[in-house]
């Protein structure tokens, strides 16, 4: 499975229907999700969120969306701040 | 001003300064700031309000974050799926 821990999922390059997935594995289990990106992923991420929603998971709401800024280290060893996003997904009650 | 109706921004192409400005105008009257974007655009909506919030205007905060899907019509004639956000700004209390 791509990227993930307990309840995240990270948005990375592979295909989005690989993430929602993933989410919807964690959904259906009764855990909320957090679907996590960074810089260019986050529009995938919105992606992801809005095809699991109104394709997959008709059940399923969003119940927050969180975006911020992280300062990461580029390959040449300069930080640098990139946004982030994080929408956490459950299902109806 | 890059593309704007009354409380709007809309991301597109320019620079992410270029946005960021028109955001402050708007704030700067009293007004709430409605920023708006499709598809790839998306990260740079963040980055926009991003920028603002921490480089710029320090007592500006996100009121809500709402994302969704567009049915557009290509250049081609066929309609497709595109994500959307709406990041709302305001200035603190």
């Not at 690989?18 to 909320?32: C, D, F, I, Q, S």
């Amino acid at each position: 499975m791509p990227g993930k821990d307990d309840t995240s999922v990270y948005i990375g390059r592979r295909p989005t229907n690989n993430y929602v997935l993933a989410a919807m594995v964690m959904l259906n289990e009764g855990k909320e999700c957090v679907i996590k990106a960074r810089g260019r992923a986050i529009s995938h991420a919105v992606d992801v969120a809005e095809v699991l929603k109104n394709r997959f998971m008709h059940n399923v709401e969003v119940k927050g969306i969180v975006i911020g800024t992280e300062r990461l280290a580029g390959p040449d060893g300069k930080e640098s701040n990139v946004s982030s996003i994080e929408i956490t997904l459950c299902k109806r009650k």
